[in-house]
T-cell receptor
Framework: GNSVTQMEGPVTLSEEAFLTINCTYT??????LFWYVQYPGEGLQLLLK?????DKGSNKGFEATYRKETTSFHLEKGSVQVSDSAVYFC??????????FGAGTTVTVRA | GAVVSQHPSRVICKSGTSVKIECRSL??????MFWYRQFPKQSLMLMAT?????????EQGVEKDKFLINHASLTLSTLTVTSAHPEDSSFYIC???????????FGSGTRLTVV
């Protein structure tokens, strides 16, 4: 079946530090890949997505590249801000359109 | 952009009562709606998938008689937690998939507390 393995947290960083959250997946066929962000007490917001190999999703300074050869979709941001503190979920969608989520990584950015 | 409105955001109910949670797509037609449950500091667990006008498909281990899902129109799906018990306390989130395209839009979630 489809599954997503995500780097465990929590991750604590200082402002302007570099952030990487690793994500690897297992899926049949050619899934679409997503990163979602969840702020406390809220639902999920789409951060970025990629639908095919070598695609790069980007938004708000975050980037992730769909790497088929390593089945990965690592999230990166070059300089984090306090407002980036949240829980980040890697997810995939395959032929059945269901989203499979990773466990989530809590990121805390300190001023 | 696409917006999904989920209500209520918080609800406290007594054990044994039923609670209905609504999820509406405000500016698009949702072919499919998904219902998730999230325990504290954990990921989202898919409970069921509903398509407009047809019965919901439940994931293994989810009691369909306890979690009633209705998807009566392309813009509205409801989840009713029947005969709620304290162990049903959780954060419930809906998601709607647009008719065309790959968008999944999430509601803001409902914090259910059963006392």
């Amino acid at each position: 079946g489809n599954s997503v393995t995500q780097m465990e947290g929590p991750v604590t960083l200082s402002e302007e530090a570099f952030l990487t959250i690793n994500c690897t997946y297992t899926a049949t066929g050619y899934p679409s890949l997503f990163w979602y962000v969840q702020y406390p007490g809220e639902g999920l917001q789409l951060l970025l997505k990629a639908t095919k190999a070598d695609d790069k999703g980007s938004n708000k300074g975050f980037e992730a590249t769909y790497r088929k050869e390593t089945t990965s979709f690592h999230l990166e941001k070059g300089s984090v801000q306090v407002s980036d503190s949240a829980v980040y979920f890697c997810a995939l969608s395959a032929a059945d359109y269901k989203l499979s989520f990773g466990a989530g990584t809590t990121v805390t950015v300190r001023a | 952009g696409a917006v999904v409105s989920q209500h209520p955001s918080r609800v406290i109910c007594k054990s044994g009562t039923s609670v209905k949670i609504e999820c509406r797509s405000l500016d698009f037609q949702a072919t499919t709606m998904f219902w998730y449950r999230q325990f504290p500091k954990q990921s989202l667990m898919l409970m069921a998938t509903s398509n407009e006008g047809s019965k919901a498909t439940y994931e293994q281990g989810v009691e369909k008689d306890k979690f009633l899902i209705n998807h009566a129109s392309l813009t509205l799906s409801t989840l009713t937690v029947t005969s709620a018990h304290p162990e049903d306390s959780s954060f419930y989130i809906c998601s709607a998939r647009e008719r065309q395209g790959l968008g999944y839009t999430f509601g803001s979630g409902t914090r259910l507390t059963v006392v």
